[in-house]
């Protein structure tokens, strides 16, 4: 069964620092992998996506994400991290050629501080 | 533009009542999406439709309904079998065809219990 897990309910950074939010999936074939950002009573907005190609990803606001295939991790990332940056992250995946539907994790809440 | 609109904002059930949340969008996307979010949990698919009148059970499916008869619309009734109705639910929509296409969320409504 497909399942993906961000390990760290909540990251605490200081602005300027990098910061990571952690994701770790687990399908049977090769992997859709996406990351959203969610602020308080909004919806989920989409970050950046792996399909295949570069394991480097590059997405919105400054965002990336590492696909590690034999770690069967895809880590979110930003170099400098911003107080606007605090949110909800969320991790999905969905197995390549299947016709399911996006599995989510629970969700890691980032907070940045001056 | 294109996007999701999920009406009301907020909304308010009283016992033995039913409720319907309503979900519409101009992306002219074939697959439209029903999740409930509540804290910690991350989000859990209710329903979904691939194609107008067609939809199928999600993970918690149980006290609630849908229909698909047009396109752009995705209406999810919370039923009075629905013990515990108060959380956040979200819409999404996506192009079906390419897996790898992210799905598009709407902004939430908020059901709460009287």
């Known amino acids: 069964a497909q399942s993906v897990a961000q390990p760290e309910d909540q990251v605490n950074v200081a602005e300027g620092n990098p910061l990571t939010v952690k994701c770790t999936y687990s399908?049977?074939?090769?992997?859709?992998l996406f990351w959203y950002v969610q602020y308080p009573n909004r919806g989920l907005q989409f970050l950046l996506k792996?399909?295949?190609?570069?394991?480097l990803v590059k997405g919105s606001y400054g965002f990336e994400a590492e696909f590690n295939k034999s770690q069967t991790s895809f880590h979110l990332k930003k170099p400098s991290a911003l107080v606007s940056d605090s949110a909800l992250y969320f991790c999905?995946?969905?197995?390549?050629?299947?016709?399911?539907?996006?599995?989510f994790g629970k969700g890691t809440k980032l907070s940045v501080k001056p | 533009d294109g996007g999701i609109t999920q009406s009301p904002k907020y909304l308010f059930r009283k016992e033995g009542q039913n409720v319907t949340l309503s979900c519409e969008q101009n992306?002219?996307?074939?697959?439209m999406y029903w999740y409930r979010q509540d804290p910690g949990q991350g989000l859990r698919l209710i329903y979904y439709?691939?194609?107008?009148?067609?939809?199928q059970k999600g993970d918690i499916a149980e006290g609630y309904s849908v229909s698909r008869e047009k396109k752009e619309s995705f209406p999810l009734t919370v039923t009075s079998a629905q013990k515990n109705p108060t959380a956040f639910y979200l819409c999404?929509?996506?192009?079906?065809?390419?897996?790898?296409?992210?799905?598009?969320f709407g902004d939430g409504t908020r059901l709460s219990i009287l």
């Open positions: 999404a929509s996506s192009s079906p065809r390419d897996g790898y296409q992210p799905q598009h």
């Open positions: 399908v049977s074939g090769n992997p859709y």
């Open positions: 792996y399909i295949t190609g570069d394991n």
């Open positions: 999905a995946v969905r197995e390549r050629g299947s016709q399911g539907n996006l599995i």
């Open positions: 992306l002219n996307h074939d697959a």
């Open positions: 439709s691939q194609i107008v009148n067609d939809f």
